[in-house]
């Protein structure tokens, strides 16, 4: 059976959201987005500075503060001006966050084996290769995107 392009990337799409909407169900003590996302790039990036943070997050230096200041507020993190440089604020996990980390860490693992129960090793093989020929793809159209805005 062939499987036209856009269902294809309607069920890529499709299942991509449905695997964020139940990890951010399950993992989240508050209700607010990116939460368990900033959490682990913090434990990843123990001491980093807030504006490394929003760079490796990929969000604007505002939007990570407020969601900071909720982490901050609820007991997850500790932010401390660097104490060279007074500008800088530097960015860790508190017992309590890492405890939070350690449940994520464990409820992604679970939920990865149960999701992938009936997936044989063949098959997770196969699907990483397709990924990585779209992954090919994407790069070099972006890369041919980025030269024609510099021509044009």
Do not use: W
């Not at 059976?1 to 856009?6: Q, T």
């Not at 309590?96 to 693992?109: C, N, P, Q, S």
């Amino acid at each position: 059976m062939a499987v036209s392009n856009e269902e294809f990337f309607k069920r890529l799409a499709d299942l991509v959201k449905d695997i964020n909407s139940t990890i951010q169900c399950a993992a989240q003590p508050s209700n607010f987005r990116g939460q368990g996302r900033i959490i682990d790039l913090i434990a990843h990036h123990e001491g980093c500075a807030q504006r490394e943070l929003a760079v490796l997050a990929g969000v604007k230096p505002g939007s990570l503060t407020e969601v900071l200041e909720r982490l901050e507020r609820n007991g997850y993190v500790s932010r401390q001006r660097d104490e060279r440089d007074r500008r800088v604020i530097r960015v860790a996990l508190t017992t309590r966050g890492r405890t939070f980390h350690a449940d994520l860490v464990a409820k992604r693992t679970a939920f990865a084996r149960r999701l992938l129960t009936d997936v044989s090793p063949k098959e997770r093989e196969q699907f990483i290769r397709v990924v990585d020929k779209m992954q090919t793809q994407l790069t070099d159209m972006m890369a041919k995107n980025a030269q024609l805005k510099r021509k044009g």
